[in-house]
């Protein structure tokens, strides 16, 4: 799956997310002590040689979750009162700078005592009932607990012992081949199914269970005799009871049932768009991955009972129907209906399986023993040649690379008007949103680079996922984090003019940000529920996934890398894996990861290193606390992480030669240099997953040489020191004026990286200054970055294509002179907009820019708003929309957000979008967030609990709060979930990030009075 559905950049990369190295007890920074200061042995080395030592922990971001404030919490709950209420208010005025201020909403002093006493009181009532059993209010009572089975086994839908009690299935049955016959109904939005399921038993058992959801089940065979099925809905479970044991052997199990077509975004739904002409068209589609399967047809659903599948399709004359296999005939039925059927699957995950009954035509290419074909919508027809182009060059680049073709005699991707996630890998059909698939006249270089992304990852999948399949949720990142690394390779090889390398670079920094914070996770983490399954989804799996396995590939040989990995498609084909099993095929190529121990399965592989004179001190200290799980088990056995510590010094410094390696295998450890030596700079390339902090010296140094010849270190090393020193101010191991001193050096800055590095930091400062409401501060960031970028922004070109690095640059640049309004940046875009509404239309990457510029004034707007309904580019209308969003004006705040999330006028897939775009800006971001707690149900209802999408706009909505009034509010929003969302991941990390943006507030408001 690629789940870029909400914006490029999935997550917002908040940049207090990177304050990762706070104060912990357990941690001596002898830089501030003298050198008699009693060391913990094990946990540092004292060097006496050398004045200074320095060992930092690795991550605990130790904030003080006691400490409150009471008489805020009074205040709050008129804040909250006021946030519930908010249909009656005068909204338009509500959320103007003016009234932004914590203590307007304090109340008298009486009624704070008064509301105080209420509070405890309910609350003193509500954890009495809280803790009561629920059988305390109703009509038997009690019982008395293990007097009865019901205690043990949950109670199914018709009143009887459901047999099971895990979430899990139990191994007893496997599944061997599913016949699936189904008859959608477009019109009704019905469908009727028919699965005749062939199982092996394994031991003797006296039940079967399996998944089914959402579902009428009419009728149910086993071995031909009608038998009686139970059901418990919470976990979408259905079982089928025997009187005595059934022995080893196969059997079929038949089950006829009807159904809705889905409403969502998964199972099997139906969605619809209007053509050109103004007529609804409706399609049917599917979206299994994770748990949705189960929603289509009765299944075993979970990854490790990979089973055989033939389906068939009944659907009117005028459709045409898909799935992953080819068709092998088609026979009329009455009433005018035709039934496809499809060839017999390879083995496969339930969660692959897929099909599409619609009205779409596609073109065909072939790549040697594959009919690989794309397609869309007929209107659409002119735009799927890129991808069909991109689709072959991939699908050879990987049979070569993989030494394994891609099995299937056929390759579909589809573009579906509809569709929440970037793309779902389904073997042989997979399916896509418009926008991450066609290309036409108006697209850009970027949007180019983004169709053979995904399209990439997805083809990638087809090995690592569909070929090779996780065992479990708990190692997504077997699936997505190799997708994700093949696809920046890939297009490396394939495709270098799309610049891959610096996005990928982007990716790296992202990923160390998410995982800098406690609440991050190991890419392999224990999941139950079915929310936590839908957490998996997250950028840890597929950037963190992604950064580790470059980092191996980094370290090993020429060639290994690539050996290990073919050794494991061969081994395990057709079969499910753990983490282990890729380790072991690498280790068998490469010795010396055997060495190297599982370390990147933990979160925080983050370091700090300081040098000192012609020796170089390293050390590192784990964080214990977070290896509390069984996945940890294998860590803790080897309780030092190996690092392969790259570096390079100014006698060479740029091409890869010049890379040495240190095998870090302790705590601490000495590096002895030549006298001659003047900087080092490590983590070359940044291609390794760690942060890298130099003392006061070591950052004057390479400041000097930067100021001296920027060309002294690659354009990549150069963006990693900005990102670097950026992330170390947060924590406050440097000073903010440390961070200036080193971007004084980007005055002679020209390359895309290092620039849109330090823009995206800036910025980022900038949004909090401002949503903060300090005026001042963020009017002097402004001078300040236009005294930096200023000569650049202005030198930009609005009407020249060139490079797609060239490109990113220039849009980074205008619209953060745009958005700021320096430069005449703004008048610029104008009349570019106008001319552009008059002429041909032709598109190109700097529109996102222009029209978020046309979009601030009710004209520009309202043209903005046709052109999104009349769009048949899906790249055009995601541009005009975000430009509608970033409007400052309440009332059309207002009007998208419940446009968006009811799907008039503006599709509900495009909810995160909208959220992300209208919380970049002062105007809209809090009534964002207020309407997101207002809509919570309606929310979750569309995307489910945990999924990608909730995840971006929880993110989005509440990063870039940093006061004690939004934290404990977001707190108590949350809180107040319950079973709807109270236990994600995401609201941890949701909370942590606002906590560290306090306290970087905290920190660094003086010195930025200081010094910007
Ligand atoms: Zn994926």
Redesign the pocket.
């Known amino acids: ?2 789940p870029r559905s909400a914006e490029r950049a999935p997550l917002p990369r908040n940049m207090i997310e990177n304050s990762m190295f706070e104060e912990e007890p357990d941690v001596v920074d002898l830089a501030k002590e003298s050198p008699s200061y009693p060391i913990d042995s094990d946990d540092a080395v004292y060097e006496p040689r050398s004045s200074r030592l320095l060992v930092r922990g690795l991550g605990e971001n130790d904030l003080d979750e006691d400490e409150e404030d009471y008489e805020s919490s009074a205040r709050l709950l008129g804040m909250s009162f006021m946030n519930r209420s908010s249909n009656q208010r005068n909204v338009a005025s509500s959320y103007t700078r003016q009234q932004y201020s914590e203590s307007c909403l304090k109340p008298s002093t009486k009624t704070t005592v008064v509301g105080v006493l209420i509070l405890v009181l309910v609350a003193s009532m509500i954890m009495v009932i809280y803790f009561l059993p629920g059988c305390t209010f109703t009509r038997k009572g009690c019982k008395k607990s293990n007097s009865t089975m019901d205690s043990i086994y949950p109670i199914s839908t018709s009143g009887e012992p459901f047999p099971w009690t895990e979430l899990r299935l139990p191994p007893s049955v496997h599944p061997v081949h599913y016949n699936i016959s189904l008859h959608p109904n477009l019109t009704l939005m019905t469908f009727q199914g028919s699965v005749s399921i062939l199982v092996q038993v394994l031991h003797e058992t006296k039940n079967i269970v399996l998944h089914g959801s959402d579902m009428n089940i009419s009728k149910v065979t086993f071995e031909g005799k009608e038998v009686h099925v139970l059901e418990y809905k919470p976990w979408q479970q259905i079982a089928i009871k025997f009187p005595e044991d059934l022995k080893k052997g196969q059997y079929v199990l038949n089950i006829n049932y009807t159904a809705q077509l889905s409403n969502s975004y998964d199972g099997f739904y139906n969605s619809s768009y209007v053509d050109t002409n103004g007529t609804k068209r409706v399609l049917a589609a599917t979206q299994f991955e994770p748990l949705a399967a189960r929603k289509a047809f009765p299944c075993f659903d979970e990854p490790a009972f990979k089973s055989t599948f033939t389906i068939k399709l009944t659907r009117e004359r005028k459709y045409i129907s898909l799935s992953n296999m080819p068709k092998v005939k088609t026979t009329d039925l009455k009433n005018g209906l035709q039934e496809d059927e499809f060839g017999k699957s390879v083995k496969m995950s339930t969660y692959l399986v897929a099909f599409i009954v619609a009205e779409f035509i596609g073109v065909s290419n072939n790549v040697s023993k594959t009919k690989v074909s794309v397609y869309a919508v007929p209107d659409k027809k002119d735009q799927v040649q890129y991808a069909l182009d991109t689709a072959c060059k991939l699908l050879e680049f990987y049979n070569t690379f993989f030494e394994y073709d891609y099995p299937l005699s056929k390759l579909d991707l589809v573009a579906i008007p509809d569709f929440l996630a970037g793309a779902m ?1 389904n073997w042989g059909l997979i399916t896509f949103r418009e926008t991450t698939l066609l290309v036409g006249s108006n697209s850009s270089s970027i949007d180019k680079q983004l169709v053979t992304s995904v399209i990439a ?2 083809l990638a ?1 087809q090995w690592f ?1 569909n070929l090779v399949t996780m065992r479990w949720w708990n190692d997504l990142w077997l ?2 984090g190799f ?2 690394y093949m696809q920046y390779m890939s297009i490396e090889t394939v495709f270098p003019e799309l610049d891959m390398d610096t996005e990928f670079l982007n990716v790296r920094f992202k990923a160390l940000t998410k995982d800098a914070l406690n609440s991050s996770h190991p890419v392999s983490t224990v999941v139950s529920t079915p929310e936590q399954v839908e957490e998996m989804f997250d950028s840890v799996s597929y950037e963190k996934g992604a950064s580790i396995l470059l980092m191996l590939n980094a370290t090993l040989t020429d060639g290994e890398f690539r050996k290990g990995v073919i050794e494991y498609l061969q081994k395990y084909n057709l079969s499910n894996t753990e983490s282990e099993d890729l380790w072991n095929s690498l280790f068998q190529v490469s010795p010396f990861l055997s060495e190297m121990n599982l370390w990147c399965l933990q979160s925080d592989c983050i370091s700090l290193f300081t040098r000192t004179k012609q020796r170089v001190v390293l050390s590192m200290i784990k964080a214990v606390t977070k290896l509390n799980n069984v996945h940890f088990y294998i860590m803790m056995k080897h309780s030092l992480w190996h690092i392969p510590l790259t570096y390079v010094n100014d006698s060479c410094s740029v091409p890869s030669s010049c890379k040495q390696v240190f095998h870090l295998k302790d705590k601490t450890a000495t590096l002895n240099l030549p006298d001659q030596v003047k900087w080092l700079k490590f983590n070359f390339r940044s291609d390794g997953f760690y942060i890298v902090h130099y003392d006061e010296e070591g950052w004057k140094n390479l400041i000097d040489a930067l100021k001296g010849d920027v060309t002294v270190l690659s354009c990549k090393d150069r963006a990693a020191l900005i990102n670097n020193i950026f992330a170390l101010s947060r924590s406050g191991k440097v000073s903010f004026r440390d961070v200036l001193n080193l971007m004084e050096y980007i005055r002679n800055e020209t390359q895309t990286a290092p620039l849109t590095e330090a823009l995206f930091q800036l910025g980022q400062i900038f949004r909090l200054l401002d949503k903060r409401s300090e005026f001042n501060l963020a009017s002097r960031m402004t001078s300040y970055i236009d005294d930096h970028f200023g000569s650049l922004m202005e030198s930009q070109s609005w009407d020249l294509e060139s490079s797609v690095s060239e490109m990113t640059l220039r849009s980074a640049l205008l619209e953060m002179a745009c958005s700021l309004n320096i430069r005449n940046c703004s008048t610029q875009a104008k009349h570019l907009f106008d001319q552009w509404f008059i002429s041909n239309k032709t598109f190109h990457d700097l529109m996102r820019t222009v029209f978020k510029v046309a979009a601030q004034t009710d004209e520009g707007w309202g043209k903005l708003l046709d052109i999104y309904k009349h769009s048949i580019n899906d790249q055009e209308k995601r541009k005009t929309l975000e430009a509608l969003a970033s409007t400052q004006d309440i009332r059309k705040i207002i009007w998208i957000l419940q446009r968006s999330l009811d799907g008039s006028v503006i599709q509900t897939q495009e909810f995160p979008l909208v959220i992300n775009a209208i919380c970049k800006n002062f105007a809209g971001y809090l009534y964002a967030w207020d309407f997101v707690k207002e809509n919570w149900d309606k929310i979750t209802q569309k995307f489910p609990v945990g999924s990608f999408a909730i995840q971006s706009i929880i993110m989005s909505a509440t990063s870039q709060f940093s006061t004690k009034t939004r934290l404990t509010e977001t707190q108590n929003f949350f809180t107040s979930l319950g079973t709807n969302g109270s236990q994600m991941r995401i609201v941890q990390e949701a909370i942590e990030t606002i906590k560290l943006n306090m306290r970087w507030m905290e920190k660094n408001l003086n010195a930025l009075q200081k010094w910007l």
Do not use: K, L, P
Request: glycine share 10%; net charge negative.
């Open positions: 799956i690629d890998e990852h997805e999948h996922g699936n997505e997708a994700t």
